[in-house]
Every structure is written in structure tokens, then in C-alpha cells.
């Protein structure tokens, strides 16, 4: 239900005055004073006031919470709830206040706790609830891409009406996954089956393995062109003390196109062996950084430019 709004900016009002938060922490007047987590939460909740009243809801939702997450109240719950309601975020309203009403207990006045009723009646034919179960505890389950909790999970989870992406997953196991469309008060069992990998199908450190085998190929290529480049100096110096054949200018030629040989493969060496170098050194930060199995992710590229040892990580 959705309220007047001069009925909504009262709720938060009635709220601090009714004491949801210490009276003496209206002492604090600015965030600049508010020093201890009373006073923090005093001056988030006032100014989620405000931004209620402004009808801001996203932002009054969250200085609600930060104070909420300053000084636990049950009373903050019964405004996040209508926060939520605003939001049209039913599933979270709905957590919301019966977390009030469970926490609350006596505490509740009687007409307060019939208006909050009446409010799940409402939010039960907008929201359904998901009941999922794993066959693997310690499993990371999330519902639309939010992670909620590890397996086995205590309780049911709320989901808005509409079409809902269920997943779960735990390293070492493959990963399940389950898209279902859920109807108002609907409750769905969900159920998720994860695949223990054996050991020669788990994920390797593919970055790792990519690096040392870049490494490997590299200095294998600087030791081939670092033998042709002794073995050109050879006959290079060979050229240079014995004399040579045909006209002058022809054998100025040869020894001038051996002499630019002998450069070339020296250079090629250098490269090499720096491109090697660095493999090795990216090698071993992904052996002793990356874990076996999140490697999976992408693989690490390297080539020898003009320019020098390029790398990098394609997914």
C-alpha cells in the first residue's frame, strides 16, 4: 500500500520521537561532532529523515541502514521497511518487517503490529519465497547475481514476482545453476546439485603454465640466435684477416652485409634474453600469487615486437 504523502513523512518523524534511536544522542548537531556510533547513527538517521521527506528514497534507504549498522534498532526496521515499499522492492520490505515484528515481539503497540500486518498481507501477493537447497555445504549461493549466503542456508529466501536466476558454486566443483519465474506467494523449492571436478579435470594455473612455457620457448630462441651470433663473429672476423676474392667493391659488400648479420642476431639475442627474463619473473608471480583453480578465467599472451616483450591476459 502505498501511503499520502504527508502520512509518509510522518513515519520516520513519529519514529525518533517514539525513541527508536537514544534521546541523547540529539545532542549531536553536525557529522563533524558526532563521534561515538550513537551520535554517528543519530546524524545518519536524521538525515535519512530529510531525504525521506524529499521523497530521495534510495538515499534516505541508505542512511537508514548505515544507522541501523551504527546502533541496531528494531523500530529502524519498520522505516526500512517502508523504504523498501517505496523502492518497490517488496521481497526486501517484506524481510524488513517481520524482522520488526520477530524482534519487536511486546514491544510492538497493538495498532502499530495490525498496520504492519496488514502491510504483509499486501507484500505476500507481490513476493514469493525461494527455498534452495544444496548438495554441497560451504557452497556460495546467490539469487540474480547477489551472493546470500553459504549452504546449507537456514531459511527460505524472498525474491519480488518475476523470473529469478539461482546459482551456486564452490571451488573444486562445478557449478549449478537453476532460472525459474516465480508467482505472488508462490513458494518454490530449488534444488542444486554441484559435481566434485576429479583431478585431472580441475583447472590448472594456466597463467603460470603459459609463462614458464613463453619463458622456456624464449630462452630456447636466445640460446639458437646467441650460437649463430658467435659462429657469424667467427666467420665475420675470418673476412676481416684473410684476404678476399673479387673486385674491391664486391668484397667490401660482403663483408659490410656480414658485419650488419653479426649485429642483427646480437640484437635478437639481447631481446631474447630480456623477453625471457621477463616471462620467468611473470611465471613465478602467477605460481606463488594465483591459486590451481582460478586461472580458468583467462589466459596470458605474450610476442616479441620491434619494440621490445609484450604480455598480457585474454579472456
Known amino acids: 500500500m502505498r501511503y499520502p504523502r504527508a502520512h509518509r513523512t510522518l513515519i520516520p518523524v513519529l519514529l525518533l520521537a517514539a525513541g527508536a534511536l537514544h534521546p541523547a544522542m540529539a545532542a549531536a548537531e553536525a557529522p563533524a561532532a558526532a563521534t561515538s556510533p550513537e551520535q554517528q547513527a543519530q546524524v545518519h538517521f536524521q538525515r535519512g529523515v530529510e531525504r525521506y521527506d ?11 541502514q548505515r544507522a ?19 523502492l518497490r522492492q517488496y521481497a526486501r520490505a517484506r524481510t524488513a518487517l517481520q524482522q520488526y515484528l520477530a524482534q519487536g515481539r511486546g514491544n510492538v503497540e497493538s495498532a502499530r503490529r495490525a498496520q504492519v500486518e496488514e502491510q504483509l498481507t499486501s507484500l505476500r501477493a507481490r513476493t514469493a519465497e525461494l527455498r534452495i537447497a544444496v548438495n554441497v555445504a560451504g557452497a556460495e549461493v546467490s539469487i540474480n547475481d547477489e551472493v546470500i549466503g553459504a549452504s546449507p542456508l537456514a531459511a527460505g529466501r524472498f525474491v519480488d514476482v518475476g523470473p529469478q536466476r539461482i546459482a551456486a558454486s564452490k571451488r573444486g566443483y562445478t557449478s549449478a545453476r537453476n532460472t525459474l519465474a516465480v508467482a505472488g506467494g508462490e513458494v518454490a523449492a530449488v534444488d542444486l546439485t554441484l559435481q566434485e571436478l576429479s583431478p585431472d579435470s580441475k583447472p590448472r594455473n594456466l597463467p603460470a603454465t603459459v609463462s614458464w612455457v613463453s619463458a622456456g620457448v624464449l630462452a630456447a630462441g636466445a640460446l639458437g640466435t646467441g650460437l649463430a651470433t658467435v659462429f ?7 673476412m676481416q684477416n684473410e684476404p678476399l676474392a673479387g673486385p674491391p667493391a664486391a668484397a667490401r659488400a660482403r663483408l659490410d652485409e656480414q658485419e650488419s648479420l653479426v649485429s642483427t642476431l646480437a640484437i635478437t639475442t639481447d631481446v631474447l634474453v630480456g623477453a625471457s627474463l621477463a616471462a620467468a619473473g611473470l611465471a613465478l608471480y602467477f605460481t606463488l600469487r594465483l591459486p590451481a583453480d582460478e586461472d580458468a578465467r583467462g589466459q596470458i599472451q605474450a610476442r616479441v615486437g620491434p619494440g621490445g616483450f609484450y604480455t598480457w591476459l585474454e579472456f
Do not use: C, K, M, N
Open 54 to 64: 524529499d521523497a530521495e528514497y534510495t538515499l534516505a534507504l541508505v542512511e537508514f
Open 68 to 86: 541501523y549498522a551504527l546502533r541496531p534498532s528494531y523500530q529502524l526496521l519498520f522505516t526500512i521497511g517502508q523504504v523498501h515499499y517505496q
Open 232 to 238: 657469424a663473429s667467427r666467420d665475420y672476423a675470418d
